[in-house]
């Protein structure tokens, strides 16, 4: 059993491109900062989000972050990660700070499944699973979001970076065989 933090607070920040969200992660990581959830979503996931879930989310790549701590701790964490964040072009963070809010916003996480049936209906999904060195994430990551749209597939891409490891969801129509053949030769 472990008690309640004092203090919980979560966030959603964009970023202009992926390599700036998971170099964001990177240097929070390599800096030590103590994170409860640090979480990578793709634009193409935005978008699953934004069809399945009603959000408004910017369709840009975006990290969920959640912060535990004490209230100064929290405060002096989300500063932190804040200026990283700035410093890589990232915009201010969507706070989530009351209970419900929170729920609400790892809800639409929890359902990234669902929300990425909603990008192609009615196709299977072949999934991978990726884990590097937190050194090397921004590059693996934007290699594999290269790989997916130079395949003409549709991949939405997430994970829970702050541990190396990342996800991709490839759709694939069961009636287009090539299509199978395809993410296959990703995956």
């Known amino acids: 059993l472990q008690g309640q933090p004092e203090a919980v607070a979560a966030a959603t920040c964009a970023f202009p491109d992926i390599r700036s969200a998971v170099e964001a992660?990177?240097?929070?990581?390599?800096?030590?900062?103590?994170?409860?959830?640090?979480?990578?979503?793709?634009?193409?996931?935005?978008?699953?989000?934004?069809?399945?879930?009603?959000?408004?989310?910017?369709?840009?790549?975006?990290?969920?972050?959640?912060?535990?701590?004490?209230?100064?701790?929290?405060?002096?964490?989300?500063e932190r990660v804040g200026e990283i964040v700035a410093e890589l072009g990232g915009g201010a963070f969507e706070w989530a700070t009351r209970a419900e809010d929170r729920k609400a916003l790892w809800h639409m996480r929890h359902n990234a499944f669902y929300a990425q049936k909603a990008l192609k209906p009615g196709c299977w999904a072949l999934t991978t699973d990726i884990c590097v060195p937190i050194s090397c994430l921004a590059e693996a990551v934007e290699d594999t979001r290269a790989d997916i749209d130079d395949s003409g597939l549709i991949g939405p891409m997430l994970g829970h970076v702050g541990d190396g490891s990342y996800r991709a969801a490839i759709r694939v129509d069961p009636d287009r065989p090539g299509e199978l053949a395809r993410a296959k030769d990703l995956a």
């Open 25 to 78: 992660v990177q240097m929070t990581i390599q800096m030590g900062l103590p994170m409860a959830r640090i979480e990578f979503i793709d634009e193409v996931c935005v978008t699953g989000f934004n069809a399945h879930a009603g959000a408004s989310m910017p369709v840009k790549p975006h990290l969920f972050l959640e912060f535990h701590g004490t209230e100064a701790g929290v405060a002096e964490q989300a």
